[in-house]
């Protein structure tokens, strides 16, 4: 009999315990909040994934990758300086080039690069120390990690 009320006892302890940390997680992300200005300065950028035709003029699924760093200005504007290459060959893109982005209160949200695209998702840390992309276009599965670059002291 004291080894069941002992057993029930682990479990309900157990449960309020697991609440609890479910509560704090909550409190947590509920009073942080995102607005354009989150993203503000330089990011490195490191990408990789695979084309599909027709995408990016392909006629086979291809290799891509991407290095560089994106500005943000905190306004929903930045400058992308990247070089992208397709099975290990350099594509020459145009670099610098303007980009858009939105940022909702959740820190989700959306880059462009200008004027047409690739079109990303974007996911923010709340401190905007660092976010994380995924593509959203037909035929680009590339997904990309960009953490802010501190100024020396």
């Known amino acids: 009999m004291k080894q069941k009320r002992i057993g029930r006892w682990s479990i309900a302890t157990g449960v309020l315990i697991s609440l609890g940390l479910l509560n704090v997680e909550q409190g947590y992300a509920a009073d942080k909040k995102c607005t354009l200005a989150t993203l503000k300065g330089q990011y490195l950028v490191a990408a990789?994934?695979?084309?599909?035709?027709?995408a990016f003029g392909v006629a086979a699924?291809?290799?891509?990758?991407?290095?560089?760093?994106?500005?943000?200005?905190g306004d929903?504007?930045?400058?992308?300086?990247v070089t992208f290459?397709?099975?290990?060959?350099?594509?020459?893109?145009?670099?610098?080039?303007p980009t858009?982005?939105?940022?909702?209160?959740?820190?989700?949200?959306?880059?462009?690069?200008?004027?047409?695209?690739?079109?990303?998702?974007?996911?923010?840390?709340?401190?905007?120390?660092?976010?994380?992309?995924i593509a959203t276009d037909s035929g680009f599965a590339v997904a990309e990690s960009d953490s802010?670059?501190?100024p020396s002291q």
């Open 48 to 54: 990789s994934g695979t084309l599909f035709p027709p």
């Open 61 to 73: 699924p291809s290799v891509s990758a991407a290095a560089g760093y994106s500005i943000y200005n």
């Open 76 to 81: 929903g504007t930045g400058t992308d300086y």
């Open 85 to 97: 290459t397709v099975n290990g060959v350099n594509q020459n893109v145009a670099s610098p080039t």
């Open 100 to 133: 858009s982005y939105t940022l909702g209160p959740d820190c989700t949200g959306t880059k462009t690069v200008l004027p047409y695209g690739p079109h990303f998702n974007i996911f923010v840390a709340f401190n905007g120390e660092g976010l994380t992309a």
């Open 148 to 150: 802010r670059v501190r």
